[in-house]
């Protein structure tokens, strides 16, 4: 979700600049340009001394650009924050039993997950990901089978096995998980 938004704010972001430095300097360069444009010669302003005061008197103005610059800063605040959060758990709290509880390191887990799934029969590579909350974490997996592999043996071996066993092991009552299979690449036997 956030590569998805940070590429179409960067997109609408690039495309609003090109177009108007372009129509800027097709102006300064002596392009002509449509009678509705704004600026019209190299001697214009953005905003004329008359442009600047026609509205200041109106009672809608001021609130409307103070709202227009709060939705503003929310909006970057918020894609601020989307910037700084992590999207995989750094940790992972356990009970312990002892009322103390502990704390796992997310990427131990995750590694313990991506070999043991390695080690299930059709499967070339794992590779392992948690994501959620501390106290509820949830799994991703990526699988890469092998070209004779069983899918569905496969995806059973590893559901019950690593994704079972994290469970146990971090004491909790369930781990949601999504499982993605994809298939090695390889080349067309020859028969001759």
């Known amino acids: 979700m956030r590569s998805t938004v ?3 704010l960067l997109a609408l972001a690039g495309l609003l600049l090109v177009a108007v430095g372009g129509a800027v300097l097709a102006v300064g360069l002596g392009a002509s340009l449509p009678s509705w444009w704004p600026w019209d ?51 992972l709290l356990v009970d312990s039993g002892d009322g103390e509880g502990a704390r796992v390191r997310g990427r131990a ?17 794992a590779k392992a990901a948690l994501t959620g909350r501390r106290t509820a974490p949830q799994a991703r997996l990526r699988l890469l089978m092998e070209p004779d592999a069983a899918p569905e043996q496969a995806l059973h071996a590893v559901t019950d096995g690593a994704l079972a066993h994290a469970r ?9 998980a999504e499982v993605r299979l994809r298939a090695v690449k390889h080349r067309a036997e020859r028969v001759s």
């Open 6 to 8: 940070n590429r179409v």
């Open 41 to 91: 010669g190299k001697g214009d302003v953005l905003l004329s001394a008359s442009d600047r005061g026609r509205w200041r008197d109106e009672g809608w103005w001021w609130p409307a650009v103070i709202a227009i610059l709060a939705v503003l800063v929310v909006l970057a605040l918020w894609w601020l924050l989307t910037q700084l959060r992590r999207g995989r758990l750094s940790e």
């Open 109 to 125: 887990l995750e590694n313990v997950l991506a070999d043991e799934a390695g080690g299930v029969d059709g499967v070339s590579r």
């Open 168 to 176: 146990e092991s971090a004491g909790l009552d369930e781990l949601p």
